[in-house]
């Protein structure tokens, strides 16, 4: 018969047969995640206690070289932690180490037991099953453990796990995107004009679409094709970008461009070369949730570029989302009235009324989408 612990002592029991056997530190925080699998090891510093601090594909091409957790636990879950420890031979008590395939599935079958017992819910043995069932290269799944919070650290996992837990991310629901200002700055203005301005939607370009009554599609190619593949189809795209900004912009001297990237901790680091290039002066002005690639607990951070009328900045980054190569990105006026977000095949538009979303879509009847009529 299939061992079981139903009740909480039951579950109290089992972490303290893990705990004898390892002779730990016990984590006042610990999490999963993914890092870059060219990081130091087992045997790096910061790994198994070695180290100065004592101890689906997923996504991670966006983050970089950062960690993306997967699922963090503050105080709580220490049964799972203490199994984590028990399959991957940690014994020290803070940093990290490395988990491969089959020793998940042996932290999920030492875990099991405890699903019987319905009293609390088991949202690490959940995630760690997802994660089982993803395609993930060997070598950068890790288990991260903090045993003192006040203890100062130089490891960027460690450091990471304190930022995420900290945001309150993991509490966000699936689905749902939460904005908080940047770490260690007071309300940037941009931020607290979205939110006045529109407070339905966050700032991420293919949201837009949900607010369908200000809400209008344009196709940039004909047919409905998404990327040119001639200088002649480019000239296409830009036009009609061109066109419906000239349009919607008037006699403005400046636009605001909105960008974002993806990031595995809430504190804005080093951005991505592409976006470095085409906006070196980007400053980041909130920090998001990211809603999608759940339970991946990865956050977008926000930056705005103002661009004024003659500025060559704007070209380059049209086409670099005519290709593919740059997304969720949302270009309005200062004051928000209006936001354009251009993706590889067309443009969303959102408008102050339905009044004026039906004046600029009658305007271009050929360049709509067919989806609802172009809204």
Not at 276 to 296: F, G, K, M, R
């Amino acid at each position: 018969m299939a061992e079981s612990w139903q009740t909480l002592d039951e579950i109290r029991e089992a972490r303290a047969r893990f705990e004898a056997a390892l002779k730990w530190t016990r984590p006042v925080l610990h999490g999963i995640g993914f890092a870059p699998a060219e990081s130091e090891g087992r045997d790096g510093e910061g790994a198994n206690g070695d180290g100065p601090d004592g101890g689906g594909q997923a996504v991670l091409g966006e983050t970089g070289s950062e960690i993306s957790f997967v699922r963090v636990n503050d105080g709580e879950a220490l049964l799972s932690a203490a199994v984590l420890a028990t399959v991957a031979d940690w014994h020290g008590d803070t940093g990290w180490v490395r988990l491969d395939r089959d020793q998940l599935a042996a932290a999920i079958e030492l875990l099991t037991p405890a699903e019987a017992c319905r009293e609390v819910p088991h949202p690490n043995l959940r995630v760690w099953r997802d994660v089982q069932r993803w395609s993930w290269d060997e070598g950068t799944l890790v288990a991260v453990f903090d045993a003192d919070l006040d203890k100062p650290t130089a490891d960027p996992y460690v450091l990471a796990l304190r930022e995420v837990v900290a945001s309150g991310r993991q509490g966000v629901p699936p689905g749902e995107v939460r904005s908080w200002p940047p770490p260690g700055a007071d309300d940037h203005p941009l931020r607290v004009a979205w939110q006045a301005r529109w407070p339905q939607t966050p700032p991420v370009g293919h949201r837009l679409r949900w607010l369908g009554d200000h809400w209008v599609r344009f196709h940039v190619l004909p047919d409905a094709r998404r990327h040119p593949g001639t200088e002649d189809e480019y000239a296409t795209v830009l036009h009609r970008h061109h066109t419906l900004l000239d349009e919607l912009r008037g006699e403005l001297p400046e636009l605001l461009v909105i960008t974002l990237e993806l990031a595995g901790r809430p504190v804005p680091g080093n951005r991505t070369p592409i976006m470095a290039d085409l906006l070196p002066d980007a400053e980041c002005w909130t920090v998001l949730s990211w809603p999608d690639l759940h339970p991946q607990l990865l956050f977008a951070h926000a930056y705005v570029s103002p661009l004024p009328r003659q500025s060559d900045r704007l070209e380059p980054l049209l086409r670099a989302v005519a290709d593919g190569r740059v997304t969720d990105v949302v270009v309005a006026p200062p004051d928000l009235s209006w936001l354009y977000a251009p993706y590889d095949g067309g443009a969303d538009v959102l408008l102050g009324t339905p009044e004026l979303r039906d004046e600029l879509r009658a305007g271009h009847p050929d360049w709509l989408s067919h989806q609802l009529g172009g809204k």
